[in-house]
């Protein structure tokens, strides 16, 4: 029964990552070979948050309807952990189960704020050294046009992809891989191996930056087992860099979310493959 009960949990992640960051990690896999083919990563360009449409409501109304539907794998583990509640939390939601409520408001903030200070900072200085040794592309955070609507979507889209990729890769697979038997260091270094490979068609740097930041909050939620100061630390990350960008161009540097081409959670150039998430 046991064996069972586990083949039935590998399958439901697989399907889970098959429709969110799994995708995103195979099509940036792609993506990086199709890059360093071409010319070396140093004179490549990762653009994020690219605009889907010339008319300016039509961009809105795609940019809307990815967000939205970034968001449905979300529900689904939520519905999964819900469904299959467990031991002392039987019965017990899957917000709840993963710490992704209000429960404490002002702990989880100040969390989040020092998280994305202890993150962020450092992160600057890995991508000038990614450039400088020519592991890394350029990265334009946003390539938005200014449109009204623009900073209030490039936010929304950071919030997006806290919520999907804190949720899905830590939240959810850390649960799951504690059920497949796995110890809790294996279960973090391949959270964080997830999380560096969604992001490598930015290159090796982004790579080991994100694999990096995937050890530190992987680990801080086996300790608190809360994902919502993580949601709100790469919720503010990823609005200093879209919206910064945005306002003050290449004053911003790395930018840590959205895969520019394709995959499951963004929308690729008209007529093309959905495209992936970033980071």
């Known amino acids: 029964m046991l064996l069972a009960s586990r083949r039935r949990l590998r399958a439901e992640v697989l399907i889970v990552l098959g429709l969110s960051l799994?995708?995103?990690?195979?099509?940036s896999v792609v993506q990086l070979l199709d890059k360093m083919t071409r010319a070396p990563l140093s004179e490549a360009t990762s653009t994020l948050n690219r605009s889907q449409s010339t008319r300016e409501y039509f961009d809105l109304t795609y940019q809307l309807l990815d967000?939205?539907?970034?968001?449905v794998p979300v529900v689904l583990v939520f519905y999964f952990l819900s469904s299959h509640a467990q031991g002392g939390r039987e019965g017990a939601s899957g917000l709840a189960r993963l710490g992704f409520n209000f429960a404490r408001p002002g702990k989880d903030l100040l969390h989040g704020l020092g998280l994305a200070a202890v993150i962020g900072i450092p992160s600057l200085g890995l991508y000038a050294a990614g450039r400088a040794l020519g592991i890394t592309t350029a990265i334009v955070p946003s390539g938005l046009e200014a449109y009204w609507w623009t900073v209030p979507v490039l936010i929304l889209s950071a919030i997006r992809h806290a919520i999907v990729e804190e949720v899905i890769v830590v939240g959810y697979l850390m649960d799951r891989f504690g059920k497949f038997g796995?110890?809790?260091?294996l279960a973090i270094v391949v959270s964080a191996a997830l999380r560096g490979s969604y992001h490598l068609y930015q290159g090796?740097?982004?790579?080991?930056g994100n694999f990096a930041m995937g050890l530190v909050f992987a680990w801080i939620?086996?300790?608190?087992?809360?994902?919502?100061?993580l949601v709100i630390a790469h919720a503010l990350l990823d609005i200093v860099a879209f919206v910064g960008f945005s306002l003050f161009g290449k004053a911003i540097g790395p930018g840590l979310d959205s895969l520019e081409g394709r995959g499951p959670l963004t929308r690729a150039p008209l007529k093309r493959n959905s495209a992936a998430?970033?980071?």
């Open 204 to 208: 090796f740097g982004p790579f080991i």
């Open 67 to 71: 967000i939205v539907f970034a968001l």
């Open 277 to 279: 998430i970033g980071g």
């Open 22 to 27: 799994g995708q995103s990690a195979v099509y």
């Open 182 to 185: 796995w110890s809790t260091p």
């Open 221 to 229: 939620y086996t300790k608190t087992k809360r994902v919502m100061p």
